[in-house]
């Protein structure tokens, strides 16, 4: 079993910065890939990022690339969003995800959010205009 918790979401001003952490239980953590997705009040949960096990490797979706970076530390157990110049339709509760299997590569491709491995609970932003 792994579990997530994310934390650092919160109020931000549109063109603020927030960086979202994601602390993970257990002794394996460099043998999943890496998520970030986020859902919005009445819309479908959406792919934001992923990356790879090792952290070499990352994709975003476009609406947030050049904006938002992702990053891990596997000694720390624990991933990154850094999400720069905020936009009010950044708006939306943020989720880790984890997965043994999927590569960076095929989770972005796949945007596989069904049986995915592990969720944490989300942690809310809202970006204020």
């Known amino acids: 079993q792994v579990q997530l918790v994310e934390s650092g979401g919160g109020l931000v001003q549109a063109g603020g910065s927030l960086r979202l952490s994601c602390a993970a239980s257990?002794?394996?953590?460099?043998?999943?890939?890496m998520g970030w997705f986020r859902q919005a009040p009445g819309e479908e949960r959406e792919f934001v990022a992923v990356?790879?096990?090792?952290?070499?490797?990352?994709y975003y979706v476009d609406s947030v690339k050049g904006r938002f970076t992702m990053s891990r530390d596997n000694a720390k157990n624990t991933v990154y969003l850094q999400m720069n110049s905020l936009k009010p339709e950044d708006t939306a509760a943020y989720y880790c995800?984890?997965?043994?299997?999927?590569?960076?590569?095929?989770?972005?491709?796949?945007?596989?959010?069904?049986?995915?491995?592990?969720w944490g609970k989300g942690t809310l932003v809202t970006v204020s205009s």
């Open positions: 995800a984890a997965d043994q299997q999927l590569t960076a590569g095929t989770w972005f491709y796949s945007r596989r959010v069904d049986g995915v491995d592990y």
């Open positions: 257990g002794r394996s953590f460099s043998t999943y890939a």
């Open positions: 990356i790879s096990r090792s952290g070499g490797t990352t």
